[in-house]
T-cell receptor, first 114, second 113 residues
Framework: GQQVMQIPQYQHVQEGEDFTTYCNSS?????IQWYKQRPGGHPVFLIQ?????EVKKQKRLTFQFGEAKKNSSLHITATQTTDVGTYFC??????????????FGKGTKLSVKP | EADIYQTPRYLVIGTGKKITLECSQT?????MYWYQQDPGMELHLIHY???????EKGDLSSESTVSRIRTEHFPLTLESARPSHTSQYLC????????????FGSGTRLTVV
């Protein structure tokens, strides 16, 4: 069945270091979304990527969609304590009656040491 | 700022009690979802709805039930709560196809004692 793998599961960084999380799909994707969940909070939609090789930036966050549209990455430059949380990728289900729903990766939990 | 509301925010309840978790959205979204999530862990889809009178079970088997009588309202009911139901329950909505991001509510943290 359709799978989405997200790595690493945990990442501990010193404030100011960079951070990257990766999302890999077993199938070609029409789009991919990224969400952030702060500790004790709920997931918040960050961005959607649609085009092959697309790169989008939000301040210190850089999102990239692979050329083959089967993988994506989220890179944070010079992490800050406000970046702490779990980052989830989400991809559309491409089969069956639940087509159009999202499958969420297991998330990467980022901790930042001041 | 939230356009999707969940109540209660926290609930501690005894085993065997019937509970209903409320979820309402003011965005007119057709699609609504319920996820179960242990703190900091992955999201498990337990129910979803594509519109009024449409409800489906998600990937994670759940003893809960849902209803969708009005577009804006998607309550989740547990007929007999058990300690294994202790978790966070997140409601979400989206306008339509998977090209739209989900908007999540703040969640209900349920503890069954």
């Amino acid at each position: 069945g359709q799978q989405v793998m997200q790595i690493p599961q945990y990442q501990h960084v010193q404030e100011g270091e960079d951070f990257t999380t990766y999302c890999n799909s077993s199938t070609t994707l029409s789009n991919i979304q990224w969400y952030k969940q702060r500790p004790g909070g709920h997931p918040v939609f960050l961005i959607q990527l649609v085009k092959s090789g697309e790169v989008k930036k939000q301040k210190r966050l850089t999102f990239q969609f692979g050329e083959a549209k089967k993988n994506s990455s989220l890179h944070i430059t010079a992490t800050q304590t406000t970046d702490v949380g779990t980052y989830f990728c989400a991809v559309p289900v491409n089969y069956g009656g639940s087509q159009g729903n999202l499958i969420f990766g297991k998330g990467t939990k980022l901790s930042v040491k001041p | 700022e939230a356009d999707i509301y969940q109540t209660p925010r926290y609930l501690v309840i005894g085993t065997g009690k019937k509970i209903t978790l409320e979820c309402s959205q003011t965005m007119g979204h057709d699609k609504m979802y319920w996820y179960q999530q242990d703190p900091g862990m992955e999201l498990h889809l337990i129910h979803y709805s594509y519109g009024v009178n449409s409800t489906e079970k998600g990937d994670l088997s759940s003893e809960s039930t849902v209803s969708r009588i009005r577009t804006e309202h998607f309550p989740l009911t547990l007929e007999s709560a058990r300690p294994s139901h202790t978790s966070q329950y997140l409601c979400a909505s989206s306008p339509g196809a998977a090209f739209y991001g989900y908007t999540f509510g703040s969640g209900t943290r349920l503890t069954v004692v």
